[in-house]
């Protein structure tokens, strides 16, 4: 049963065989890399690197669902993509403007 279940994913339409499975699968790299940046502080990440990461698993995340054959590497390597990028956004967002808001204003002393 098992022989079966790897014969058909090898053969499969974007199996191991084709780059429709190796180009989701080493982009998963750059997720990768997304999460590690978690404990990276919000001032050193940048707002276009984020938002390119984002929009790109937002577009890629779509057209995996809508082309022959489904790419399910495809999609889910773009999910998560999307949600490191969303997550760093709210971060670097958080950290630009709501700690903005809660700095006590500068005194003057004589």
Same mark, same amino acid.
């Given at each position: ?6 014969? &058909? ?11 429709? !499975?190796?180009?989701?699968? !080493? ?9 590690? $940046? ?24 779509? =057209?995996? +669902? ?8 495809? !999609? ?19 950290? $630009? =403007?709501?700690?903005? &808001?809660? &700095?006590?204003? &500068?005194?003057? +002393?004589?």
């Amino acid at each position: 049963m098992a022989s079966s279940k790897l014969q &058909a994913l090898w053969n499969h339409p974007a199996g191991p065989k084709t780059i429709h !499975f190796w180009a989701p699968t !080493f982009k998963w790299g750059i997720s990768m890399a997304n999460v590690a $940046d978690f404990t990276k502080p919000p001032e050193k990440l940048s707002y276009p690197q984020q938002i390119a990461v984002t929009c790109t698993g937002v577009i890629w995340s779509r =057209y995996s +669902t809508v082309i022959t054959p489904k790419n399910w590497n495809l !999609f889910s390597v773009n999910i998560v993509m999307a949600g490191t990028g969303l997550y760093q956004l709210a971060r670097k967002i958080q950290h $630009d =403007y709501a700690s903005e &808001a809660k &700095a006590e204003p &500068a005194t003057v +002393t004589e």
